[in-house]
């Protein structure tokens, strides 16, 4: 909950991200053709463009057929990508129905969000083994989409073929998401307790009958040796949240099992002034301890939905897990 007002974009494409995510119940299917059958309509799907722009993507004006289609439009030199790694990626969703199409939505006019390789199986058979720098078309029928259930939410139909176009940005291990470098400092005395272990959710202590601080206040617990975080850069991190006139957590990406991605210092804000000042020249790899007065949280407003009211000094702790520079490309 570290969005601004004018994050609705970001919002949507977590939205969209936590829809796709489902345990993978069924083997991954296999690409194959016979020379005696004819091609499939989704080898014929294109997708022209560099990367980290958004690509034009051609769908024939015909049904989609029901094998699988990959292709390499770009090939990266980076890191491999596991069928558990997590990724950063920039990417356009169509659906494809009957003889139409539509664009469910893209992420190219705000910022790269984090995906699980495992995210549908066909995705994962996409990315696994791909290089970070690589582009990739992927056509998927439903059986390695949504199966003959479709999702109602995203109004993705039993019958309904997906085509993504993906970036590859960056890749993380999904089992060590998170800080990385050596702890400095716990807090305690009039500022939050924060538990040292790394890896895993925080727990944040809030000082019993203690006024917080009036500005904003950033101390770094765990400092990594990454590259120091830049306005501008595109920053994945783990957090969590606390309120700190109540004790209690009111949001957290280690609940979601997936990292937040967002741009730091962008107009408009994606995130809210704390983070935007508190985490630039950090580093990567640090737990940072984020004390947000009203003014660099959601000001006098506030926000009901989580229980923050106009004059609530918010407590996060985030981990900075990369930052990457716009277009980076391994």
């Not at 690409?31 to 309509?41: D, F, L």
């Not at 280690?254 to 804000?269: D, E, I, M, N, T």
Request: charge should be positive; charged fraction near 15%.
């Amino acid at each position: 909950m570290a969005l601004t007002a004018h994050s609705e974009v970001n919002y949507t494409m977590r939205r969209i991200v936590a829809l796709f995510v489902l345990p993978l119940i069924a083997a991954l299917a296999l690409v194959g053709c016979g020379s005696s059958k004819p091609p499939s309509p989704n080898a014929s799907v294109t997708a022209k463009g560099s990367f980290g722009t958004s690509p034009k993507v051609t769908i024939p004006k015909e049904k989609a057929g029901t094998t699988l289609a990959v292709k390499t439009l770009v090939q990266g030199k980076g890191a491999t990508i596991k069928k558990s790694d997590l990724f950063l990626s920039n990417f356009t969703i169509y659906v494809w129905s009957g003889t139409t199409n539509k664009l469910l939505d893209s992420t190219y006019s705000s910022s790269p969000q984090v995906l699980p390789a495992s995210l549908l199986p066909g995705i994962q058979s996409a990315v696994t083994g791909a290089k970070v720098g690589s582009r990739v078309l992927a056509v998927i029928p439903p059986k390695d989409g949504y199966g003959s259930s479709g999702n109602s939410e995203l109004g993705v139909t039993g019958s309904d073929t997906l085509v993504f176009v993906m970036d590859l940005i960056q890749s993380y291990s999904s089992g060590t998401v998170g800080a990385t470098g050596s702890q400095t400092y716990s807090g305690g005395g009039s500022l939050p307790t924060v538990s040292d272990a790394k890896g895993s959710a925080p727990k944040i202590t809030i000082p019993k009958n203690v006024t917080p601080p009036k500005t904003l206040t950033a101390k770094t617990l765990i400092k990594g040796t990454g590259a120091t975080v830049t306005k501008g850069e595109d920053v994945v991190a783990q957090y969590t949240g606390v309120n700190w006139r109540t004790g209690t957590v009111f949001d957290s990406s280690w609940s979601r099992s997936l990292p937040y991605s967002f741009k730091v210092g962008a107009s408009p804000s994606q995130v809210i002034p704390g983070w935007d000042k508190g985490l630039v020249g950090q580093t990567v790899g640090s737990r940072v301890l984020l004390i947000i007065p009203p003014s660099d949280g959601y000001g006098s407003a506030g926000q009901s939905q989580a229980g923050i009211k106009g004059t609530d000094t918010l407590v996060f702790v985030v981990d900075i897990v990369g930052a990457v520079s716009p277009n980076a490309t391994s």
